[in-house]
C-alpha cells in the first residue's frame, strides 16, 4: 500500500448480485461481490469472458441497479451515474463532433465555474495526458492510443474519487498498449486517483495493479485477491523479472480455471469438446 | 473424435475436476484427427495477371478527369439524344419540341414574368407546406428515437398513415378546404411528414448507447444529453431526411397545382397542355429540375458542413 492510502475505503460493494432477466429465466452474472478499494490504489480486475467483470463496472459507475446488495462510495450508497465515478470504455466513446479540448471540457461545462478556471483544469489534463498539441483535434483525426488518453483526460477531468477502466487498452495494438501502460501508472502517480481497472490481460493487470482480483464465471464471484508486491516504479522491463513472472503465472492458473469451469457448463458439441 | 473423448469426459464431470484437468492438459485445439491424407488437392484457379479494369474495379476510386467526364456524359447524352430526334423530325414538333424551341419558350416565360410569378407562388406552398411538416416531423421524430414510449405511441400510427398515398387525400382536402391554398399546403404537409417522422426517428436513435453512458457518468442530467448529446449526434442525419423529403415536397406541389390552381409551376403546366404548348410544359419541367437539384445541393452541403465531424 501506499502512503496515499487514508483512512478506509473510498469504494466498498457489499454483497452485490446481479441477475439478468427474470423471474425463473433469470441468469445470475454477478453474486454476492465483497470488494473495497482503499484511497489511491490500483486494483485490476481480471476474470475470463463471462465473468461478469464489465457488468460490475457498470454497477460501480450507477448505469445499473444491482439486484441486491450495496455499493458505497465514501460512506454513502450510490444512486445512480456521476462525474465521481469516471468511466472509461474499451472504445473511447469520444464525442465525434467535439474538439479534444471540448471533449474534456464535457463534464465541466455542466458545473457552474468559470470559463477560465474551466480551460485552465483543461489545460492541465490535455498537458498531463501529452494531448496540448492536439487540442484542436477532432477525434476522427487521432489514432486509437490518442482517444483512449482524451477518454481519460475527460474522466479524470471532474475529479473523480474512483477512476473506472473497463478494458481500456484491448483494442489497441501491442506497442501502443505498453505505451498506455506506462502513461496510465504516470497518470496514477501524478493525480494520486483510485483506479479499478477490468482486463483480460493478466500479464497488464500484474503490471499496472498493486492488487489483482480474480473473478470467477457462471456466476461472476471473487474468486482470490492477491496483492502484487513489486515495486511502485514499474517498468516495462520488471515483466522479465522471475518475481513478475511467478505472480503472473499464478493469477493466469487461477484465471484459467475459471475459465475451464466456465466451459464445462456447456455442451461438448459447443466447445468442440476442447 | 476417440483422442478428444476423455477431456469432453473431464469436461462434464464437474467444475471441481475440470479445475484440475485445466491446470494439467495443456489446451488442445478441437478438430478430428487424420482422414484429410485421402482427400485430392483442391483445384486453383487461374487468375490472368490483373491488367486493372480501373472503372469495373468495385469500390475503387477513378481518375478525377474521368469522372467529371462520366459525369459531363450523363447529362450531354440524353440532350443529344433530344436533339437529334427533334432535328431529324423523326418525331412531331407537337409532341417532342426541339431543344431551342424549349429555350425560347422559357425565356419567354420569363420576359413575361408568367416563369417567375408561377415559381414563386410554387416556392411559397413548398416554404409553408414544407416547413409545416417539418415543424411536425421533426420534433415528433426526435421523442420517438429518444423516447421508447413515445415511439409506442406513434410508430403505429405513422407507420399506417405513411403508406395512404398523399394524392389520394386531394379529393378530401378539396371537400374539407375548399380550392384555396390551404388544401394544397395541407396536401404538402401530408405527403412528407409520415416518412420525415420516420427517418428522424431512426437518425435519432443512431446515438450509440456508450455515449449516452459515458454522458451519464460525466454528470449530464437527461435533459443535458438529450441537448448536448443526441441533438448534436443525430443533426446531420436529420439534415439527410430533410434532403430526401423535399424532393417528395416538389412533386406534390405540381400534384396539387395540376388540380384547382390559378398560379404555380404545376398550374402552368395544365395550362400550357390545354393550347398543346409542349414546349412551354418542357421549359417548365426543366426550371422544376433546375430549382431541386439546387435545393438537393444546398441541403447537402450543410449536411456536409454540419456532420464535417464524421468519419
Redesign the interface.
Known amino acids: 500500500m501506499t502512503d496515499r492510502a487514508a483512512a478506509g475505503p473510498v469504494l466498498r460493494l457489499h454483497g452485490v448480485v446481479m441477475d439478468f432477466g427474470a423471474g425463473g429465466r433469470a441468469v445470475r452474472v454477478l453474486d454476492s461481490v465483497d470488494l473495497a478499494l482503499d484511497r489511491g490504489e490500483f486494483v485490476c480486475l481480471v476474470g475470463a469472458s463471462g465473468s461478469g467483470k464489465s457488468t460490475l463496472l457498470?454497477l460501480i459507475?450507477?448505469?445499473q441497479r444491482p439486484t441486491a446488495g450495496q455499493i458505497v462510495l465514501n460512506g454513502q450508497p450510490i444512486a445512480?451515474?456521476?462525474?465521481d465515478?469516471?468511466?472509461v470504455?474499451q472504445?473511447g466513446?469520444l464525442?465525434?463532433?467535439?474538439t479534444v479540448a471540448a471533449n474534456v471540457a464535457?463534464?465541466l461545462?455542466?458545473?457552474p465555474i468559470p470559463r477560465a478556471e474551466r480551460n485552465r483544469r483543461v489545460q492541465w489534463y490535455l498537458a498531463e495526458t501529452g494531448l496540448a498539441e492536439l487540442a484542436g483535434s477532432?477525434?476522427?483525426q487521432l489514432s486509437g492510443g490518442q482517444r483512449q488518453r482524451v477518454?481519460i483526460a475527460?474522466?479524470l477531468a471532474?475529479e473523480p474519487e474512483v477512476l473506472l477502466l473497463d478494458e481500456p487498452f484491448g483494442a489497441l495494438d501491442v506497442q501502443t498498449k505498453e505505451d498506455m501502460q506506462v502513461f496510465i501508472r504516470d497518470v496514477w502517480r501524478d493525480t494520486g486517483t483510485t483506479v479499478l481497472m477490468v482486463t483480460h490481460d493478466v500479464e497488464e493487470a500484474v503490471l499496472l495493479g498493486q492488487r489483482v482480483v480474480v473473478l470467477s464465471c457462471d456466476p461472476g464471484r471473487i474468486a482470490t485477491e492477491m496483492p502484487v508486491p513489486l515495486p511502485a516504479d514499474r517498468t516495462l522491463d520488471l515483466r522479465r523479472t522471475p518475481e513478475f513472472l511467478a505472480i503472473r503465472q499464478t493469477v493466469e492458473?487461477l484465471v484459467?480455471?475459471q475459465?475451464?469451469?466456465h466451459?464445462?457448463g456447456w455442451p461438448?458439441a459447443v466447445?468442440?469438446?476442447? | 473424435m476417440a483422442a478428444v473423448a476423455p477431456t469432453a469426459g473431464a469436461a462434464a464431470a464437474g467444475p471441481a475436476v475440470a479445475g484440475v484437468v485445466a491446470a494439467t492438459t495443456p489446451v488442445r485445439l478441437a478438430g478430428a484427427a487424420g482422414g484429410r491424407e485421402s482427400w485430392p488437392a483442391l483445384p486453383r484457379r487461374r487468375r490472368r495477371p490483373a491488367r486493372a479494369p480501373r472503372l469495373l474495379a468495385i469500390g475503387a476510386p477513378i481518375p478525377a478527369g474521368i469522372r467529371w467526364a462520366l459525369r459531363l456524359l450523363s447529362l450531354a447524352t440524353p440532350l443529344a439524344i433530344w436533339y437529334a430526334l427533334s432535328a431529324s423530325h423523326a418525331v412531331d414538333a407537337t409532341f417532342l419540341p426541339s431543344p431551342s424551341a424549349v429555350w425560347s419558350a422559357g425565356v419567354d416565360m420569363l420576359r413575361s414574368g408568367v416563369l417567375l410569378h408561377d415559381t414563386a407562388a410554387s416556392v411559397r406552398r413548398i416554404l409553408l407546406g414544407f416547413g409545416l411538416g417539418v415543424a411536425i416531423s421533426v420534433p415528433l421524430g426526435f421523442a420517438m428515437g429518444t423516447f421508447r414510449a413515445a415511439q409506442a405511441v406513434f410508430e403505429p400510427l405513422v407507420g399506417l398513415l405513411r403508406y395512404l398515398p398523399a394524392s389520394a387525400f386531394i379529393p378530401l382536402l378539396i371537400i374539407w378546404l375548399g380550392l384555396g391554398e390551404p388544401p394544397k399546403v395541407t396536401l404538402l404537409v401530408i405527403g412528407v411528414v409520415f416518412f420525415n417522422t420516420l427517418m428522424t426517428a431512426d437518425a435519432v436513435r443512431l446515438v450509440p448507447r456508450e455515449l449516452l453512458d459515458v454522458s451519464y457518468t460525466l454528470g449530464a442530467t437527461r435533459t443535458e444529453v438529450i441537448r448536448k448529446v443526441v441533438l448534436p449526434h443525430s443533426l446531420p442525419g436529420i439534415i439527410d431526411a430533410m434532403r430526401v423529403n423535399v424532393a417528395a415536397a416538389w412533386n406534390f406541389v405540381v400534384v396539387a397545382e395540376l388540380i384547382a390552381a390559378t398560379s404555380g409551376l404545376g398550374y402552368r403546366i395544365t395550362r400550357a397542355q390545354r393550347f398543346l404548348q409542349t414546349d412551354r410544359i418542357f421549359a417548365v419541367l426543366v426550371v422544376i429540375g433546375l430549382i431541386g437539384l439546387t435545393l438537393d445541393v444546398l441541403l447537402r452541403l450543410l449536411r456536409e458542413w454540419v456532420g464535417r465531424w464524421a468519419a
Not at chain 1, 271 to 274: I, K, L, M, R
Open positions: 457498470s459507475a450507477g448505469l445512480g451515474p456521476g462525474p465515478r469516471g468511466l470504455f472504445t466513446s464525442f465525434p463532433w467535439r464535457f463534464g461545462e455542466l458545473l477532432l477525434p476522427k477518454a475527460r474522466a471532474g492458473d484459467r480455471a475459465h475451464r469451469k466451459l464445462a461438448a466447445t468442440g469438446a476442447g
